[in-house]
């Protein structure tokens, strides 16, 4: 009897155990090692889209503004600041109790093209551009002092043989330009933990030259929290093998290792793409746009081995990584539909277009419980 009575009270501890699992979300499996987090667009920031306010609710305690922080949105024309939509954004995180995250305060491809010149197009001083870098920073920052866990600093200055990318700032500043714009978030806000982010970063090339970039800045003096890996990735790249490597070396120069716009290309790309430049456009053509009426099984079954071989090496490094932050909520909305190509049907997201969660979903929270 006492032997039935044992095997019954197991039964119902495991059917209980698992159907609470199974009304868990991501931040529920993964939120005692990090936070899991979703890059939102401003309809979802309103509030206005209630099936993607339930899934940022149920799976995620992070969020991050994939547009309207960027400088040609916050300060169009010089000393012209429009806050509306970032206000909404750090609005809609408080009340869904949301770490959030700024993106982006230094970046050359989504600045204002004042930024770079004077009146008469020419291009400006090193003093003059440093005054308009930490007035734009200075500015942003001290807004939401207090209200933002941590900022990208600066996004994307490091090509991927390891040397500076010749941007304006890099240009008319010179190297230091990445050192001054960390020290003015900081004096912004004290508290705010703050971030350089870029993509590529499983090539070796691009580690060396970050973590070179790392130890600069600690020398330096200046806060730097976290390393943010964009994990764009693919179905054939990056390296798995360079790409963990990666997320060791940074980790042993002394931060911590985001993934911060992690999703999945699934379709075939154009011959020379590469890397995550925005300014990367294809002509399309049908043969970049094969699943237009949905991925087949066999593909969908790849694409969640594909997910799976990353998230197992985030489990064995979660000691070292504070944020895995999706680029996107569900496939409608994600900017893979029309880059590097426009016009084409992705599947690069844990959610499908009609806000159910993929079977990736379950697997992923399977591997943390």
């Given at each position: 009897?006492?032997?039935?009575?044992?095997?019954?009270?197991?039964?119902?501890?495991?059917?209980?155990?698992?159907?609470?699992?199974?009304?868990?979300?991501?931040?529920?499996?993964?939120?005692?090692?990090?936070?899991?987090?979703?890059?939102?667009?401003?309809?979802?920031?309103?509030?206005?889209?209630?099936?993607?306010?339930?899934?940022?609710?149920?799976?995620?305690?992070?969020?991050?503004?994939?547009?309207?922080?960027?400088?040609?949105?916050?300060?169009?024309?010089?000393?012209?600041?429009?806050?509306?939509?970032?206000?909404?954004?750090?609005?809609?995180?408080?009340?869904?109790?949301?770490?959030?995250?700024?993106?982006?305060?230094?970046?050359?491809?989504?600045?204002?093209?004042?930024?770079?010149?004077?009146?008469?197009?020419?291009?400006?001083?090193?003093?003059?551009?440093?005054?308009?870098?930490?007035?734009?920073?200075?500015?942003?920052?001290?807004?939401?002092?207090?209200?933002?866990?941590?900022?990208?600093?600066?996004?994307?200055?490091?090509?991927?043989?390891?040397?500076?990318?010749?941007?304006?700032?890099?240009?008319?500043?010179?190297?230091?330009?990445?050192?001054?714009?960390?020290?003015?978030?900081?004096?912004?806000?004290?508290?705010?933990?703050?971030?350089?982010?870029?993509?590529?970063?499983?090539?070796?090339?691009?580690?060396?030259?970050?973590?070179?970039?790392?130890?600069?800045?600690?020398?330096?003096?200046?806060?730097?929290?976290?390393?943010?890996?964009?994990?764009?990735?693919?179905?054939?790249?990056?390296?798995?093998?360079?790409?963990?490597?990666?997320?060791?070396?940074?980790?042993?120069?002394?931060?911590?290792?985001?993934?911060?716009?992690?999703?999945?290309?699934?379709?075939?790309?154009?011959?020379?793409?590469?890397?995550?430049?925005?300014?990367?456009?294809?002509?399309?053509?049908?043969?970049f746009n094969p699943y237009t009426e949905g991925l087949p099984e066999e593909m969908k079954k790849k694409t969640t081995a594909r997910y799976m071989d990353f998230f197992k090496i985030y489990y064995r490094h979660r000691d070292k990584i504070s944020r895995i932050t999706l680029w996107g909520l569900h496939?409608?909305?994600?900017?893979?539909?029309?880059?590097?190509?426009?016009?084409?049907?992705?599947?690069?997201?844990?959610?499908?277009?009609?806000?159910?969660?993929?079977?990736?979903?379950?697997?992923?929270?399977?591997?943390?419980?």
């Open positions: 009897m006492n032997n039935i009575k044992f095997f019954f009270i197991v039964v119902v501890f495991v059917l209980v155990g698992r159907d609470t699992w199974a009304d868990n979300g991501l931040k529920d499996a993964m939120g005692k090692d990090c936070l899991i987090g979703v890059a939102i667009n401003q309809n979802q920031s309103a509030g206005v889209d209630p099936h993607a306010t339930a899934i940022i609710d149920k799976h995620f305690n992070s969020i991050v503004a994939e547009n309207c922080m960027k400088s040609e949105r916050i300060q169009p024309r010089e000393g012209f600041f429009t806050f509306m939509a970032a206000d909404q954004f750090v609005r809609f995180g408080e009340q869904h109790h949301q770490k959030i995250i700024g993106h982006c305060l230094v970046w050359h491809s989504q600045a204002p093209s004042w930024f770079f010149t004077d009146n008469s197009g020419k291009q400006v001083s090193r003093e003059v551009l440093i005054e308009r870098m930490r007035k734009h920073i200075t500015t942003l920052v001290s807004r939401y002092k207090g209200r933002i866990h941590g900022w990208d600093v600066v996004n994307e200055a490091i090509e991927d043989d390891g040397s500076f990318r010749r941007s304006p700032f890099y240009q008319i500043i010179g190297e230091d330009f990445i050192e001054l714009a960390f020290k003015f978030a900081h004096e912004a806000d004290p508290n705010a933990e703050l971030y350089y982010n870029d993509f590529s970063m499983g090539k070796p090339g691009k580690r060396e030259g970050v973590c070179r970039l790392i130890t600069r800045l600690k020398a330096a003096g200046c806060r730097i929290d976290a390393v943010g890996m964009q994990s764009h990735n693919g179905m054939d790249y990056p390296n798995l093998k360079e790409y963990e490597k990666s997320i060791v070396a940074f980790s042993k120069c002394g931060v911590k290792v985001m993934m911060t716009e992690l999703d999945l290309n699934v379709l075939p790309n154009p011959q020379g793409f590469g890397g995550a430049a925005i300014e990367q456009n294809y002509e399309y053509q049908q043969k496939d409608a909305t994600s900017w893979l539909n029309d880059w590097p190509v426009r016009g084409r049907t992705n599947y690069p997201l844990l959610f499908d277009r009609d806000y159910q969660a993929k079977p990736v979903v379950e697997e992923i929270i399977n591997l943390w419980k």
